[in-house]
């Protein structure tokens, strides 16, 4: 075990790794991050802030020097990079594990070699693949995703026709890509797993989650889909942590079909925007979780302590000026969680309300109504 008093290191310094830093602070570490950022919300928080690139030589030997285990915040670091700091330090979740889920492609390919369902997906990579992916996904409705790096709705176009995919695969770019085949939603929800060092695992309860735009808008816990769905969903969230071998905390996000299958969409090898509500909610939060599991201390408890609701905090809101704070933060149960991000930008996340009450019909109502009140909406208004 690496013990509380130690230096950990995280590569990436945005509100992810604002959050794992704080619970790494409360819990007695230090933490190096590095990010080339001078403006890194995770910053505030760090004992040392290496402002230089993720790939640079020189600032991850200082990685290696100043740390005893290290971490990363989201998935785009170059796996190359991981596996050179994994020669001299453990790093968790390992390179191979964050590789699997850096390209939609090999995700998928991953997952359906797990036996774990997806909706049906063809992978392109140049324009003599169209044919075949369209015929992959039933030639139905579709979406063309870009194979790496897309993310909250971006790098993404809905096709309907053959000819509509060779202009939306022109319109990303002609970049590597994966089409989807749509599927009649029931839902949707997502799975907080965590695993650690020994393989013991623990999850979180089911959420409920609302896209608007390709973005996460609120998630809700307990899902309202049932106890038999929300099993099914936790055991396949941890067969894909088995077959990860993975260290550290894991996002599965599902879609729940009209007719009933659970299909797995993606899944992202770090703490997820779906569970910022363990940090109000849960006996222990997928912040500090990640923090047991890299430095190989037990999980922790993931029970929930009350019904939840969180609603993400874009920077839409500042359109006409600052939010109003003091209108939100007079709804009961209601927290508020600000990244420390300067410039507010449409679509960008600059924060999170969570409202916690009695069941979770009760605790979205609050969550919309302290959002609501942000701009004075009208109690129930669905813009923003």
Sequence with gaps: MILPGATIGLLGGGQLGRMFAAEAVRMG???VVLDPDPHAPAAVHAWRHVQRPWTDPEALQQLVEQTAAITTEFENVPAETLRALAAHRPVRPSADAVAACQDRRSEKAFLNTARVETVAWGAISSPVDLDNAWKAVGGGAAILKTARLGYDGKGQVLVDAPDALEAAFEKLGGVACV??????????ISVMVARGVDGAMATWPVGENVHRGGILHSTVVPSAGGDQLADQARGIAQEIASALEYVGVLGVEFFVTTDGALLVNEIAPRPHNSGHWTLDASVTSQF??????LTGLPLGDTALLRPAAMINLLGDLWAQGEPEWGAALAVPGVRLHLYGKTEPRPGRKM???TAMAGSAPEALAAATKAWDALTHRPNGSTTG
């Design 179 to 188: 089409l989807e085949a749509r599927v009649a939603l029931a839902r949707e």
């Design 288 to 293: 500090e979780q990640q923090v047991r599991a």
């Design 351 to 353: 924060g999170h309300l």
């Design 29 to 31: 570490y230090k933490v």
